[in-house]
């Protein structure tokens, strides 16, 4: 096999891996929704497949940036907590397996507002599958380099 097939075929492996890198990220992504209570603040936390973090290590941070509860989610991903005064509150919920999902919630007023701090997963999705084609593109770069005297 000549050196030229040898570098298309380990291109192909590299940018088959890095797609199917991308698509395992996009899988395991997570995410939460305030549910209302007229008491409590609650959510749900679940991965991005639907599945939910059912039983998963919570942990809630304060304004002040101390440890105000922790805990664990449940069956449903559900996990409920009374912020006592107003600020940032941090949420931490441990999927498992290096998978975190935090996010941050603004308690003022009596009332709690989402704060949005990532970007959307189609987002990274978008990034991923960029990545592969401008490494395709550099490796077809560097073949038709090579052929040119």
Known sequence: MSIGKQCSVAASVVTGLLFATVIAAFAHGMNYTLLESPS???????????ELMSYSPVTIIDPEGEEYQSGL??????FAFMPEG?????????????????????VSNGTVEMMT?????????????????????????????????
């Open 86 to 106: 107003r600020g940032e509150w941090r949420i931490a919920v441990d999927g498992g397996m290096g998978h975190r999902l935090t996010f941050a919630l603004e």
């Open 40 to 50: 409590v603040t609650a959510f749900q936390a679940q991965f991005s497949t639907g």
């Open 73 to 78: 989610t449940d069956r449903r991903g559900r």
């Open 117 to 149: 701090t990532t970007a959307p997963q189609w987002l990274y999705a978008l990034i991923g599958v960029s990545l592969i084609f401008n490494f395709g593109f550099g490796v077809a770069v560097i073949r038709a380099n090579k052929k040119t005297p």
